[in-house]
């Protein structure tokens, strides 16, 4: 019965999740300038998102209901170099291959295929968790999800692709979403301690992705105070979701 609400709960994230795959929708009513101008606070939004769900939920779920020993840390830093690796992979076949091969917007396809298993893998492991780990995870990944998807978009159609074929594009490979998931769910059927080991890693998933990936689109920007403003937004969106799961 409970593997049974976990799975539902993971079906209806990733169904959400999926629908926000198309925010490059909002490239279609909204001007480039207007796009290039609140880009930059979308990604500080999602830096504290993503933060406050490592620290406020995940390492929270980690140390009170699995233990948080030395074990836990190395697992922590592995999570954090894979996805330096992945990272670095990825860029890798962009770069030799985008130029070369294969037209650069079905390169960014691949790429984000990738990344949609690893979402799936997040929110799977976070859920597995508990129900409030697995709604932070979820708020984290739409909250990363969506400046990338924007970005995406405008990548594609400066590549070649029509803004509607971008956009299927988009939504399409969110299907490998559920393939992360599918095998997380498998896997922590199989072998009953994997879900702490899991978690750690994708604590050093969103770690590196937040301290990487995001944190520096606003260090060194002028309206650092505002991109603050918007980060803490982030993290009390994040502190807040106990609270509205009782409400409702």
């Given at each position: 019965?409970?593997?049974?609400?976990?799975?539902?709960?993971?079906?209806?994230?990733?169904?959400?999740?999926?629908?926000?795959?198309?925010?490059?929708?909002?490239?279609?009513?909204?001007?480039?300038?207007?796009?290039?101008?609140?880009?930059?606070?979308?990604?500080?939004l999602s830096?504290?998102?993503?933060?406050?769900?490592?620290?406020?939920?995940?390492?929270?779920?980690?140390?009170?209901?699995?233990?948080?020993?030395?074990?836990?840390?190395?697992?922590?830093?592995?999570?954090?170099?894979?996805?330096?690796?992945?990272?670095?992979?990825?860029?890798?076949?962009?770069?030799?291959?985008?130029?070369?091969?294969?037209?650069?917007?079905?390169?960014?396809?691949?790429?984000?295929?990738?990344?949609?298993?690893?979402?799936?893998?997040?929110?799977?492991?976070?859920?597995?968790?508990?129900?409030?780990?697995?709604?932070?995870?979820?708020?984290?990944?739409?909250?990363?999800?969506?400046?990338?998807?924007?970005?995406?978009?405008?990548?594609?159609?400066?590549?070649?692709?029509?803004?509607?074929?971008?956009?299927?594009?988009?939504?399409?490979?969110?299907?490998?979403?559920?393939?992360?998931?599918?095998?997380?769910?498998?896997?922590?059927?199989?072998?009953?301690?994997?879900?702490?080991?899991?978690?750690?890693?994708?604590?050093?998933?969103?770690?590196?992705?937040?301290?990487?990936?995001?944190?520096p689109e606003?260090?060194?920007?002028?309206?650092?105070?505002?991109?603050?403003?918007?980060?803490?937004?982030?993290?009390?969106?994040?502190?807040?979701?106990?609270?509205?799961?009782?409400?409702?």
């Amino acid at each position: 019965h409970c593997l049974r609400m976990v799975f539902t709960s993971v079906m209806l994230s990733l169904l959400i999740t999926s629908v926000f795959s198309a925010a490059g929708a909002f490239f279609l009513y909204v001007s480039r300038d207007r796009f290039d101008d609140v880009m930059p606070y979308l990604i500080s939004l999602s830096a504290g998102a993503i933060f406050g769900g490592v620290f406020i939920h995940l390492v929270f779920r980690l140390a009170n209901k699995f233990s948080y020993g030395r074990l836990t840390g190395i697992l922590i830093l592995a999570g954090m170099a894979g996805s330096l690796v992945l990272e670095r992979v990825v860029h890798w076949h962009c770069h030799h291959h985008g130029k070369q091969e294969e037209p650069l917007p079905y390169v960014l396809a691949t790429g984000d295929s990738i990344h949609n298993v690893l979402d799936g893998v997040l929110i799977s492991t976070s859920f597995l968790a508990s129900s409030s780990a697995g709604v932070a995870a979820t708020v984290a990944v739409i909250a990363h999800k969506i400046p990338k998807e924007l970005g995406d978009f405008g990548v594609m159609v400066d590549g070649g692709f029509s803004r509607l074929k971008a956009l299927a594009v988009n939504v399409g490979v969110s299907v490998f979403m559920f393939l992360g998931a599918g095998i997380v769910l498998a896997v922590s059927g199989a072998f009953s301690d994997a879900v702490p080991v899991l978690l750690a890693v994708v604590v050093g998933n969103f770690v590196y992705i937040a301290g990487s990936d995001l944190l520096p689109e606003f260090k060194t920007s002028d309206d650092w105070h505002l991109h603050l403003l918007v980060f803490s937004v982030g993290v009390a969106v994040m502190y807040s979701i106990p609270y509205i799961k009782s409400a409702v």
